[in-house]
């Protein structure tokens, strides 16, 4: 998992993304590579999302793509079957982190209580998503979490913007957020790629300003 993180914290933002069309998918990966942010997290709530993430992988290999919104080991294995690189959860199963360990692939499983950043420490992870970001308590919640949990690193995601994005990475325990803003389904539906680009690199810029935090060691992380 220490590369994923590193490459996450290195960007500081994960697109998160809800495709309709599997045929968008190409013009997804090239918009974000324009604009300097080489990765996203294509959500299974559609049903495009499996051939989204293989038709990705195949044609902008370098983008990093995970697979979001995993709710059951089903669904892992979909992801793995189709070349995702990681995995996101807005909860924490179990058998969804157990079966995503087994298969050797990365993930970032969802919290947004001391319980739950407990519950994933158990399962031997330091990066989770703190979702939802806002309405469970926002950056005051992140500065709390901090005290008791030192080792452990969070990718916000739910009501983060493009405004807040550099409050959010100057806390010390953010290694990334996850924005719907860069991608989202207005624009996917319009096909407007150009503006997707502008946003990516709009948000790369706006995330050099804030504090970068280094990736998670490999002993951290339990790999």
């Not at 992140?142 to 949990?149: D, K, N, Q, R």
Request: proline residues 9%.
């Amino acid at each position: 998992m220490t590369d994923v993180s590193t490459h996450l914290a290195r960007r500081g933002v994960v697109p998160v993304v809800a495709i309709d069309r599997v045929d968008d998918a190409p013009a997804l990966g090239e918009a974000l590579l324009a604009g300097g942010m080489p990765v996203a997290e294509i959500t299974f709530r559609t049903g495009a999302a499996a051939g989204a993430i293989r038709a990705l992988r195949r044609v902008t290999p370098d983008v990093l793509v995970g697979a979001g919104t995993v709710l059951d080991v089903a669904t892992v294995d979909v992801a793995h079957e189709v070349g995702a690189q990681f995995v996101v959860t807005p909860g924490t199963n179990p058998a969804v982190v157990e079966r995503c360990l087994s298969l050797g692939l990365p993930v970032v499983p969802g919290v947004n209580s001391p319980t739950g950043v407990e519950q994933v420490r158990a399962l031997g992870l330091r990066l989770m998503k703190f979702f939802p970001a806002v309405p469970s308590g926002g950056i005051p919640m992140i500065c709390a979490l901090h005290g008791p949990y030192p080792d452990v690193r969070f990718m916000p995601t739910g009501g983060v913007t493009a405004e807040t994005l550099p409050d959010w990475l100057a806390e010390p325990n953010v290694t990334a957020v996850g924005g719907t803003w860069i991608a989202p389904a207005r624009l996917l539906a319009e096909r407007r790629f150009d503006e997707i680009a502008r946003r990516a690199a709009e948000a790369v810029q706006s995330a050099s300003s804030g504090h970068r935090t280094p990736s998670l060691s490999t002993e951290e992380n339990h790999d």
